[in-house]
């Protein structure tokens, strides 16, 4: 068995809707620039809100990224590159393992894996993938954005249909911005029921 590279390393960026994940993906991504290191970004077919092949964050910020479905293509394209940045990771067709194991095996050929994506789903309960590589990962950064009702720190995205909470039986993955989605603190979250 072949020890893991001492510097591989997985960072994850995680929050509810509209607490920077992608912006501070954005400024990792940067600073790996500055550094001159070689580099690859994916983002998720699913995600098509600003464009197939870029991400971008609500503020306008965006940076060209590969479309890929799975952890499985992420693997295949990260040749020759020292930093793999995934954005929206929750919407990756993979299992939650797999994505895990893909993420890890990156960490161990060396490379520093950028990961952001939403730690929770509308009903605020975790995405799985989400929280799992949360436990294995040498850095986690929780971002909060601001409750549109009051003000507070919001870590939940609420999701709303005709401006209700969307019912608990309604699929757990819809991409969309303002119009599906507000930020909302524990206190004016409204359950899906």
């Known amino acids: 068995m072949t020890r893991p590279s001492s510097s591989g390393r997985v960072e994850i960026i995680c929050g509810c809707m509209y607490s920077g994940k992608t912006e501070e993906l954005i400024r990792r991504i940067r600073q790996v620039r500055i550094a001159r ?13 600003y ?9 306008g ?40 194991d893909g993420c890890q095996t ?6 520093r894996v ?3 994506g ?15 590589l949360m436990a294995v990962a040498e850095q986690v950064d929780k971002l909060y954005a601001i ?6 720190y919001a870590t939940r995205s609420q999701r709303l249909i005709d401006g209700k909470p969307a019912p608990h039986d309604a699929p757990t993955l819809v991409v969309g911005g303002l119009d599906l989605y507000e930020a909302r603190c524990r206190a004016c979250y409204e359950p899906a029921l």
């Not at 789903?121 to 929280?131: G, I, L, W």
């Not at 409750?147 to 507070?152: E, L």
């Open 37 to 49: 290191q070689q580099f690859r970004i994916f983002t998720p077919h699913l995600d098509t809100r």
């Open 118 to 132: 939403l730690d929770q789903n509308y009903r605020a309960e975790p995405f799985e993938a989400v929280s799992r």
């Open 51 to 59: 464009g197939e092949d870029q991400i971008a964050s609500h503020t």
């Open 147 to 152: 409750c549109v009702r009051c003000g507070a």
């Open 61 to 100: 910020a965006r940076l060209e990224a590969q479309p890929v479905s799975s952890i499985a293509e992420v693997l295949a394209r990260s040749e020759d590159a020292q930093v793999i940045a995934i954005d929206e990771l929750h919407f990756l067709n993979d299992t939650p393992q797999s994505i895990v």
């Open 114 to 116: 950028l990961i952001a």
């Open 106 to 111: 990156l960490a161990d050929r060396g490379l």
